[in-house]
């Protein structure tokens, strides 16, 4: 098998992780989740706490678990993903207890941060053990990110319509209340099946994603290696500039998402009049963004090209992501179909330019860590993104309703474009940039290297 082959079969197996056997389960469970649970009896209050278990628990877990995956290896963590994700989806398809659900809720907020780096991490591993560490890695991030915003896409299209189909059947309804005691209701069908797919993507993890093994490590060791590797990740932005750019970056996304995400519902409400037309616009505006996300990923190696490098690449991405977000504040006061238009173009820009920035990041991002804080150094970018959208979800509460408030979420992204404004190549990275690896997360060794590559083949 030739070099070249070796590393597309590395991308496809990369997005077929990331696309349909891990992302597409969570995105059939967007749509009908909060309907289950009214549906369930659960007052909007307890649907924000079992909401608010989820965002605490990914949030607590963000980094030792980066560090676990740089320990354990990339297979391990993600399979234990699966699996938490498969439990969690049962738990909140079929449980009537609001404690059930909001234990539920919480594995899901485990998976995520235990997913949040070791399919990603394992890539890079994998081209730089066949390539060295000048591989070209834009390419597969970029198909990697458009298969995760087409899988939620899709997703969030059929979690959306089974239920819907499922009561259109003469009497299908009551069949499925009659069966388990009431426990299966429409809204529950598709985190059932989601939890059907989560099976596959365990077995797919366990047979498909080889890695070189890890030296055994007790349960001791390991505990002991996880609090180093989690100060290391969090060292990264202060040794490293360019490092501290993407983070920050990552920040700047994460405040312009939750000002989309807290603000759209209200404002399609008010465009078609009712809540519930306007969750059926939503969800068509959600999938919407969710393909322009996967073609502005698609097209950031094309970026980057014309744009004559990472750096500039994601400043023009950027850039124009906080100019979408900006028109959608400009037309908030104003109705008819021209504001309108502007404000679905600006929503497109949006995710458009978020989804083009995303990969050039990552590939200045893994050019500055070593294999041994990979996962790491992705869990720390993604805990930036979180911690930016609570703080900016909970200044938005504060602000006069209208454009005020996605002023703010445009000004947080703006802000993430100028801090690249300052070009140039990236440096090689300084050993003070790239955590050392520990006992327990060695780097691959140029014979585990040669055996990895065999076993791939």
Do not use: K
């Not at 992780?17 to 749509?31: D, E, K, N, S, T």
């Not at 009497?171 to 009431?182: E, I, K, M, N, P």
């Not at 950031?300 to 994601?314: M, Q």
């Not at 911690?387 to 509460?397: D, S």
């Amino acid at each position: 098998m030739t070099e070249p082959l070796v590393i597309r079969t590395a991308r496809r197996r990369y997005s077929t992780v990331v696309c349909v056997l891990f992302w597409l389960p969570l995105g059939l469970a967007i749509a009908p989740q909060v309907l289950l649970f009214t549906e369930r009896s659960m007052t909007m209050a307890a649907i924000a706490g079992v909401f608010a278990a989820h965002s605490l628990i990914a949030t607590a877990l963000e980094l030792p678990t980066g560090g676990l995956s740089d320990i354990l290896g990339r297979r391990a963590v993600l399979a234990t993903a699966g699996l938490l994700n498969m439990v969690a989806l049962v738990l909140v398809g079929l449980g009537t207890a609001p404690w059930l659900l909001g234990l539920g809720m919480a594995l899901v907020g485990a998976g995520r941060a235990l997913s949040s780096g070791p399919a990603e991490a394992w890539y890079v591993d994998t081209v730089q053990a066949h390539c060295g560490p000048g591989a070209e890695l834009r390419t597969g991030l970029a198909r990697g990110g458009a298969a995760t915003s087409a899988a939620l896409a899709t997703g969030t299209l059929v979690g959306g319509a089974l239920p819907w189909l499922l009561g259109l059947g003469p009497g299908l309804s009551a069949q499925l209340g009659s069966v388990a005691s009431g426990l299966v209701l429409p809204l529950s069908v598709p985190m059932l099946l989601g939890a059907a797919v989560e099976v596959v993507f365990v077995l797919y993890v366990l047979t498909a994603l080889r890695e070189p093994p890890r030296p055994a490590a007790r349960a001791r060791d390991v505990l002991r290696g996880v609090p180093a590797t989690v100060l290391d990740g969090l060292r990264l932005g202060s040794r490293d500039g360019l490092v501290r750019r993407v983070l920050l970056s990552a920040g700047a996304a994460g405040g312009a998402l939750t000002t989309i995400e807290l603000l759209t519902l209200g404002r399609a409400a008010a465009l078609t009049g009712t809540i519930e037309s306007g969750a059926v616009l939503f969800g068509a505006l959600a999938c919407a963004g969710f393909l322009c996300h996967a073609l502005g990923s698609h097209l950031a190696p094309l970026a980057a090209r014309l744009a004559g490098g990472s750096e500039r690449a994601i400043l023009v991405s950027l850039g124009g992501g906080a100019s979408g977000v900006l028109l959608l504040g400009a037309t908030a006061a104003f109705s008819g179909v021209g504001p309108t238009v502007l404000a679905a173009v600006g929503y497109a820009l949006v995710y458009l330019g978020l989804g083009a920035a995303g990969p050039s990041e990552n590939d200045l991002l893994h050019r500055r860590v070593a294999s041994a804080g990979r996962a790491t150094a992705l869990s720390v970018q993604s805990l930036a993104l979180q911690l930016t959208a609570a703080l900016t979800g909970l200044v938005i509460g504060f602000l006069l309703a209208g454009p005020p408030r996605w002023l703010l979420g445009g000004t947080v992204l703006l802000a993430g474009a100028v801090l690249w404004m300052q070009h140039g190549a990236p440096t090689p990275p300084t050993p003070s940039a790239t955590p050392e690896p520990h006992a327990a997360s060695p780097v691959l060794s140029a014979a585990d290297s040669r055996g990895y590559r065999d076993r791939l083949e």
